[in-house]
């Protein structure tokens, strides 16, 4: 079984301020692939960065990236210089075979002025 | 362009009712699938389709069915509600089953309440 696993289920910043948000997961394959999709008070899920297991690189994405330890099976997200609209439920996904995914509970961002 | 469509938006039943959660894409999309949304547990699979024609169970699907006619329809049918099935239900396509670029395409989800 996969199972992903965010220890924060709150977290704040300043705005203008760098942030990190922390996942791990738990998988016995060595291909997939790791994604971070934003939730903001509208209920819409929107893909803000993703991974794939097999490349060292970390992904980047305008103000946001990854530190994926592939050994440590940790990938958290890291949000610089943080904006209003940042604030957000944050969720790390694992994703394996066809396109399912396995979610994380999610992190609350607040971000304050 | 209209994406992923769910309709209703919102729905309360009562226990015991049955409905049809509606869920359309216009993108061609091969893939499709059914998430439950509750407050600290994140989104749980519950049903997928990675074709018309082809279903298969995700992590929580026991209550729930479903059905691919079209490639543009998946609808996910309650059979008798329980009060533990309200929770916020999402739908999500992706062009190709396998494919690391195809990102899923989520709907807007429908809040469903079981008195």
């Known amino acids: 079984a996969q199972t992903v696993t965010q220890s924060q289920p709150e977290m704040s910043v300043q705005e203008a301020e760098t942030v990190t948000l922390s996942c791990t997961y738990d998988t016995s394959e060595s291909d997939y692939y790791l994604f971070w999709y934003k939730q903001p008070p509208s209920r819409q899920m929107i893909l803000v960065i993703r991974q794939e297991a097999y490349k060292q690189q970390n992904a980047t994405e305008n103000r946001f990236s990854v530190n994926f330890q592939k050994a440590a099976k940790s990938f958290s997200l890291k949000i610089s210089d943080s904006q209003l609209g940042d604030a957000a439920m944050y969720f790390c996904a694992y994703r394996r075979g066809a396109n399912n995914l396995f979610f994380g509970t999610g992190t609350r961002l607040t971000v304050i002025p | 362009n209209a994406g992923v469509t769910q309709t209703p938006k919102f729905q309360v039943l009562k226990t015991g009712q049955s409905m049809t959660l509606q869920c359309a894409q216009d993108m061609n999309h091969e893939y499709m699938s059914w998430y439950r949304q509750d407050p600290g547990m994140g989104l749980r699979l519950i049903h997928y389709s990675v074709g018309a024609g082809i279903t298969d169970q995700g992590e929580v699907p026991n209550g729930y069915n479903v059905s691919r006619s079209t490639t543009e329809d998946f609808p996910l049918r309650l059979l008798s509600a329980a009060p533990s099935q309200t929770s916020v239900y999402f739908c999500?396509?992706?062009?190709?089953?396998?494919?690391?670029?195809?990102?899923?395409?989520f709907g807007n989800g429908t809040r469903l309440t079981v008195t």
């Open positions: 999500a396509s992706s062009y190709k089953p396998s494919s690391y670029n195809s990102p899923l395409h």
